[in-house]
């Protein structure tokens, strides 16, 4: 791997140049950066949720127990079934 290059600043001569240097560095206009389609920046962020959520959720699932999988299965399917209104099977009481 090759050596970095050390950049030679150059010093001012004296403590007017130098301070003049100082402020025109400080007073620069920063450029933004590009902007980027909400659609684009939106559908970016949703897969990378998704990537993370996939992964996460696989770890997760060989860390617990069948009986904490179940349960988290149960609690799963009642909210899903809770979303269509009562039934029979939502009334009973889990074990």
């Not at 240097?21 to 590009?34: F, G, I, K, L, N």
């Not at 920046?41 to 696989?58: F, P, T, V």
């Not at 009986?67 to 889990?94: H, M, N, V, Y």
């Amino acid at each position: 791997m090759p050596k970095p290059v050390k950049k030679k600043r150059i010093q001012p001569k004296n403590i007017n140049q130098w301070t003049r240097h100082m402020v025109d560095r400080s007073t620069v206009e920063a450029q933004a950066p590009p902007a980027i389609p909400q659609a684009v920046l939106s559908a970016y962020m949703s897969a990378l949720g998704r990537k993370g959520g996939q992964e996460s959720g696989k770890r997760r699932m060989t860390n617990l127990s069948s009986a904490q999988r179940s349960e988290i299965a149960f609690k799963a399917a009642r909210a899903r079934w809770a979303k269509r209104g009562p039934t029979a099977k939502d009334k009973r009481k889990r074990p």
